[in-house]
């Protein structure tokens, strides 16, 4: 019983505020929604037996990943209105109608094409047992540490990759072009050139 | 008293479609980035509804993978991001036209 009601909750939370992000003019308050779209997920890995995932997607989700977009939105400037038309005329109910017709295949998937996925009458319940017995943050690390210890290993590469390419990126080399002084550049150039200018 | 892994999984399905019709008629590349994080979160729903499917804990481990990408990628993603937008003067995805024709 207590299943259903908090899933009635989670289910109007999460399309609620999705709904609500399509709607938002302001980019801050797309992602504070998307925020609560994923308190709302959380919710969701906890009924359904994914603690640890519940608190990571907590932790990572709606702690860094989404303080790392409001800074990117205030290093840009929030005032910055989204302009109404649109350049490929019809684009907008096009997208709206073919969105239509894949919900409907989603749902169409969701309840009659899932037999394969039936892993028996007792399936919910041995997750349960799982959870109980080894806990899941421990049944979690078995799987993660002997079947997905490659993929694993390979995510660590990745990382070190995303972090050294973010640096290149970021890294602002030789002199300041004429677009980056267009686009109001100034208080950094200011931060930066005696820096420059000590080492050059 | 359990709830139908059907009705998670309509959730999952919902919530990507939104995502898609969101990253389609949004104009703004940080706004249509995060339905991008829509789309994944979706799915890792997806992933976590099949693992209680299944009864084991494999999906959840998919959910973690899934994250860990979706990390990797927001920051290259923010950073690219954040290079147009100083050089061009604005993050509207239709004014990156420099590669048409």
Known sequence: MIEIIVFGVVFVVALGSSLAMLFAKNAVHAALFLVATQIALALAFLLEGGQFIAAIQIIVYAGAIMVLFLFVIMLLGVDKKEPLIEPLTGQRPLAIGLGAVLAAEMLWVAWRGIEFAAGGEDAAGRLVDINQDPGNVLAVARVLFSKYLLPFEATSVMLVVAIVGVMVLARRMGMTTPGEVAAGAGEESDLASPGRGATG | ?101
């Open chain 2, 1 to 101: 008293m359990r709830v139908a892994p059907e009705y998670y999984l309509s959730l999952a399905g919902l919530m990507f479609v939104i995502g898609v019709v969101g990253a389609l008629i949004r104009r703004n590349a940080i706004v249509i980035f995060m339905f991008v994080e829509l789309m994944l979160n979706a799915v890792n729903l997806a992933f976590v509804t099949f693992a209680r499917m299944w009864g084991h804990v494999d999906g959840q481990v998919l959910v973690f993978f899934v994250l860990v990408v979706a990390a990797a990628e927001v920051v290259v993603g923010l950073a690219i991001i954040l290079l147009i937008s100083r050089n061009r003067g604005s993050s509207d995805v239709d004014d990156v036209n420099l590669l048409r024709w």
